[in-house]
């Protein structure tokens, strides 16, 4: 379905400099099945948006991921089958070479589809009997004469010793006379440990039969059950509860922007069918719920594997990126569960809502700094107080994308001057729906997350690692430092609290000669009541003890720098914070 092949040299030639989008991998012959010279111009131009993902995220067709030891590994469509891993499922790196050597591949393929120049399409693979089966399909364009083959290794580390992939043959072949073509190879495990092949295309439709579990290869290929037909190809099923579920492609893929590729689902009680969309249209008559289309940038996607990690459904596909004219991209989704048992797909990996935002290297927060909420003020990492200026409200954009606001005035974030380039500072200004004021959200291995300014694809960090409070955010490359990992956590504000903090006031502001008052309005403690002031830093500077009375004068015997402070008063009747500038 997919590609046909495009020598590397003639890539390279397409695709010069730094600024190239795809992998510069000399193995890796990627082209469209169509409009081949369009692809080279158009995967040529560098431009200052984000995508999902960071590194050599160019994909089409990935496998499902597949982790060994720490490592998570994609193939895709690709010369001689092309590799991509990461550590953290956010920056993934071209394998060091193909699972075949460039310019060969197994003998037996040359007899079964004429013509075939090593351009591998759809890979899958598994790992089951202490070693990785990976399948893979040869075809070519418009054509059913097509193979899916098998290749095994005990290990996926290029650098072990054991590493060695050896080809087992023939898996499936059609012919031009086939009822269906032999590519787009995926497996799924039965209730009762059954092993299937699923696969086909636009010639014919999606075909099951069963597989040796132990030499992965059909057990009897004259008994096939047809799942989908119809325009239709890319199958993928998994079992959760009591049904199969069979998501599929229809459309119209491999055209860049042009692309009209969707995900569609169907379900069973049975592995073979028949499988019936939320509707009761089976799959077979044209059937299929619609779970991810165009959406935006995101253009055409397509080819779902499902890896399941921590409490986590990830769904890997392909899609074509708008911003930079269709050039094809990994992309990873989460999958949820409906109240009717029905998969629910979505890139939004944070929930609308109201958060604290806290570095995985300082523990600080995200803090508007000064807090008060004017345009062009600092977005900062302070020390967690409990503020306004520090809880931040969610607004999801679609595709992983946010608004991002700051629940004191109400501003946004933004990437100041809108800059996409190293070191631009992160601060407050009115939304107008600017690239430099929408962030990529996506999610680490490790439950942490990543935002990306979506004016380029450079990450918000705490600059040099920081542990100071008042330390600017700024963009930075990812490298996977944990100054470019957040979590988020829910304000615990109570109703009394909220009312009661507008009733607190500080003058002068900003307070000069380290003299000022704090009128505690109509909130009328009944008991002493403690105020201490600290500085960035969160260490203690001064201290006073006051009765019971509204307006508190405060007086600091020592002289303070210039800057950002936190008056903190303690009281039978609870804890209040507020910021203070001193100049």
């Known amino acids: 379905m997919k590609i046909i092949t495009l020598s590397a040299k003639l890539h390279r030639l397409a695709i010069t400099g730094k600024a190239a989008l795809l992998p510069q991998v000399e193995w890796l012959g990627f082209a469209y099945r169509r409009v081949v010279v369009s692809f080279f111009l158009l995967c040529s131009l560098a431009v200052q948006h984000a995508y999902a993902l960071q590194g050599a995220n160019g994909a089409h067709d990935p496998s499902t991921i597949v982790k060994s030891g720490n490592t998570y590994w994609i ?3 690709g010369d001689g089958v092309y590799g991509m891993y990461s550590t953290d499922l956010i920056s993934w790196t071209p394998a060091p070479r193909p699972v075949f050597a460039l ?31 990976l399948y893979y399909s040869c075809s070519t364009f418009g054509s059913k004469v097509s193979a899916i083959g098998l290749a095994t290794n005990v290990t996926l580390d290029p650098t072990s010793p054991n590493y060695k992939w050896e080809d087992q043959g023939e898996v499936v072949s059609t012919n031009a006379s086939s009822a269906v073509n032999a590519i787009d190879p995926a497996l799924i495990e039965d209730a009762s440990g059954n092993l299937w092949l699923t696969y086909g295309s636009f010639f ?7 597989l040796d579990k132990i030499t992965g290869k059909p057990t009897d290929l004259a008994t096939q059950y047809a799942l989908a037909n119809g325009g239709v190809e890319a199958p993928y099923v998994i079992r959760n509860g009591n049904y199969y579920y069979l998501f599929i492609n229809r459309g119209a893929c491999c055209q860049g922007i042009n692309s009209t590729y969707n995900i569609q689902i169907g379900r069973s009680t049975s592995p073979t069918g028949p499988y019936v969309d939320k509707n009761g249209m089976n799959l077979n008559n044209g059937g299929g719920t619609t779970l991810l289309a165009t959406a935006g940038h995101y253009i055409g996607p397509g080819q779902v594997g499902i890896y399941q990690e921590n409490g986590i459904t990830y769904v890997s596909h392909h899609y074509y990126e708008g911003f930079e004219n269709g050039a094809p991209k990994l992309s990873l989704a989460s999958l949820q569960w409906d109240a009717a048992q029905w998969p629910v797909l979505t890139r939004d990996w944070v929930a609308a809502g109201r958060y604290e935002i806290t570095s995985s290297n300082s523990g600080k927060v995200w803090d508007a700094w000064g807090c008060t909420g004017v345009a062009g003020q600092a977005i900062a ?9 520090q809880q931040w409200d969610f607004a999801p954009l679609g595709n992983g994308e946010y608004k991002i606001t700051n629940a004191l005035g109400g501003l946004a974030a933004e990437v100041a001057s809108c800059s996409p380039y190293l ?8 939304y107008s729906g600017l690239l430099c004021q929408q962030f990529k959200v996506e999610r680490a291995s490790n439950g942490a997350l990543v935002l990306s300014s979506v004016n380029g694809n450079r990450v918000v960090e705490v600059p040099g690692a920081s542990q100071n409070a008042g330390v600017q955010l700024g963009l930075w490359d990812y490298n996977g430092c944990t100054c470019q990992r957040w979590t988020l956590s829910t304000p615990i504000v109570t109703a009394n609290m909220a009312q009661r903090l507008p009733e607190l006031a500080i003058y002068p502001s900003p307070v000069t000669q380290g003299k000022f008052t704090v009128d505690l309005g109509h909130l009328k403690p009944t008991g002493q009541v403690r105020v201490e002031v ?20 405060v007086a600091i015997d020592k002289p303070l720098a210039a800057g950002v402070y936190l008056v903190r008063l303690q009281s039978n009747s609870g804890l209040l914070t507020k910021k203070i500038i001193v100049e």
């Open 75 to 77: 193939f895709t469509t």
């Open 103 to 133: 310019g060969t591949w197994p003998s037996w393929i040359n007899a079964k589809v004429p013509g075939f120049a090593g351009n591998f399409w759809a890979p899958e693979c598994k790992f089951m009997n202490g070693k990785y089966y």
């Open 204 to 210: 014919g439709g999606i075909r099951m039969t069963q």
């Open 381 to 389: 990492q302070g020390n967690r107080a409990g503020l306004a200026c």
């Open 423 to 430: 070191a631009a500072r992160l601060q407050l200004n009115a």
């Open 534 to 553: 600290l500085n960035a830093q969160g260490q203690r500077v001064s201290q006073q003890l006051f009765g019971p009375q509204e307006k508190l004068e």
